[in-house]
């Protein structure tokens, strides 16, 4: 296979070729198809994170067809089309695992950070740890689900029923995340950065209802019951 190596901080990835990984028990290869970009990927890359594994292949917005099963895979097949998120494997023992709160897992690993990523021709990954896609949607516009979507619906979720959506930060979560709240006929109000007049305009293109400074108040009675924060992993 063929990788992009992030082979030491803050220098520039290197096409690389490599044998192809072995699966495990448990895990799947991936033939990738697509990968997005995170602003993680960019804290890996810039040193701006503690503890990643070196030489390591970013990227965890990845789309890719299964190639190869380890022992013990199940519920997912061969040519199956399945996207693996940033969230690579957890210990499922400590407290947060047993308490269906496995996100924080206290020993967890990380696609593109404890393990390798996307940015290659082939990607392993633990099993339990990748999504089917089914087959609608193109690879390209399946990635960016794979991060920036999953943390952004995962705060709609959590802002309930409110019809009043307030994101704060429009980057890629958020842009995501309202052009799902306008196709649930939510209104979407954008804070930005004072002074940050492009990413006003774009939020008001997707179709939120008002864009401004996150230290201005929305035209409207701040509601209760639609908050929702968008911080990035
Ligand atoms: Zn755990
Ligand atoms: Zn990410």
Redesign the pocket.
């Known amino acids: 296979m063929h990788a992009m190596v992030l082979e030491k901080l803050r220098a520039p990835l290197v096409w690389t070729g490599l044998d192809d990984p072995i699966p495990g028990a448990g895990e799947i290869r991936v033939r990738v198809s697509a990968c997005g970009v995170c602003r993680t990927d960019l804290h890996v890359v810039d040193g701006e994170l503690s503890g990643p594994l070196l030489p390591i292949i970013p990227g965890h917005e990845i789309v890719g067809r299964i190639d190869k099963l380890g022992p013990g895979v199940r519920g997912l097949n061969l040519g199956e089309r399945v996207g693996i998120p940033w969230l690579g494997h957890?210990?499922?023992?400590?407290d947060?695992?047993t308490g269906a709160r496995?996100n924080l897992?206290?020993?967890?690993l990380f696609t593109g950070f404890t393990r390798n990523g996307g940015y290659a021709t082939a990607a392993v990954a633990d099993s339990n740890y990748a999504f089917p896609l089914g087959e609608k949607g193109s690879d390209v516009s399946m990635a960016p689900l794979l991060c920036a979507g999953l943390i952004g619906w995962r705060a709609l979720k959590i802002a309930g029923q409110g019809r009043n959506i307030g994101l704060y930060g429009f980057g890629a979560a958020a842009h995501i995340v309202a052009q799902v709240a306008r196709w649930q006929q939510k209104s979407v109000f954008a804070f930005t950065r004072a002074g940050d007049e492009s990413t006003q305009a774009f939020a008001r293109s997707l179709g939120a209802v008002w864009a401004g400074p996150s230290e201005q108040k929305p035209p409207q009675r701040w509601p209760t019951t639609s908050f929702g924060s968008t911080g990035a992993a």
């Open positions: 957890t210990c499922g023992v400590c947060y695992c496995e897992c206290d020993h967890p």
